[in-house]
T-cell receptor, first 113, second 110 residues
Framework: NAGVTQTPKFQVLKTGQSMTLQCAQD?????MSWYRQDPGMGLRLIHY???????DQGEVPNGYNVSRSTTEDFPLRLLSAAPSQTSVYFC????????????FGPGTRLTVT | EDKVVQSPLSLVVHEGDTVTLNCSYE??????LLWYKQEKKAPTFLFML????IEKKSGRLSSILDKKELSSILNITATQTGDSAIYLC??????????FGQGTTLQVKP
């Protein structure tokens, strides 16, 4: 049981490049979320999903796309990276709903130059 | 707009001290209040408080939810250097969103 896994652990992009951050969980959780963490700002919700085929926007969705074709996977796409997207990204999942205990992945540190 | 605010933002204490961290929330259709501890990596779950469970305790840590004041506190007694971390508070609503506060950075000195 691997829990929540994220790849890559580190990534450096140039402005304008695109990439996908991968997230997978093997706990059969319905709810999955993406957060970004910047110094002094806690965790900010980017997008979340309440089940396969259903996604919705969080607090800071601009510049990011998501899809949820399976229960296990919830990739986050950066369409055209900007320096403002330099951050640490966490994926999380929970059983039941987002009000329940969330299990976090190890994070991806992204730098956009 | 849903909002969660934590105070203080940072705190320095000595081992053995007792600390109280605060969290206030303004959330439409509130469901639960969660506390997490973050030490350099991903946050780890501490407590979840709901309307039916407003007080939780685990060892030296305890938390209370005040539904009238829309706030929660996290108490840590007899602090140890291993308690040094960022403590995050989050609130959920029935829309499915989980909104976090800015976090409180606690440093416990020997």
């Amino acid at each position: 049981n691997a829990g929540v896994t994220q790849t890559p652990k580190f990534q450096v992009l140039k402005t304008g490049q695109s990439m996908t951050l991968q997230c997978a969980q093997d706990m059969n959780h319905e709810y999955m979320s993406w957060y970004r963490q910047d110094p002094g700002m806690g965790l900010r919700l980017i997008h979340y999903s309440v089940g396969a085929g259903i996604t919705d926007q969080g607090e800071v969705p601009n510049g990011y796309n998501v899809s949820r074709s399976t229960t296990e996977d919830f990739p986050l796409r950066l369409l055209s990276a900007a320096p403002s997207q330099t951050s640490v990204y966490f994926c999380a999942s929970s059983y039941g709903d987002t009000g329940a205990e969330q299990y976090f992945g190890p994070g991806t540190r992204l730098t956009v130059t | 707009e849903d909002k969660v605010v934590q105070s203080p933002l940072s705190l320095v204490v000595h081992e053995g001290d007792t600390v109280t961290l605060n969290c206030s929330y303004e959330v439409t259709n509130f469901r639960s209040l969660l506390w997490y501890k973050q030490e350099k990596k991903a946050p780890t779950f501490l407590f979840m408080l709901t309307s039916s469970g407003i007080e939780k305790k685990s060892g030296r840590l305890s938390s209370i939810l005040d539904k009238k004041e829309l706030s929660s506190i996290l108490n840590i007694t007899a602090t140890q250097t291993g308690d040094s971390a960022i403590y995050l508070c989050a609130s959920s609503s029935n829309t499915g969103k989980l909104i976090f506060g800015q976090g409180t950075t606690l440093q416990v000195k020997p």
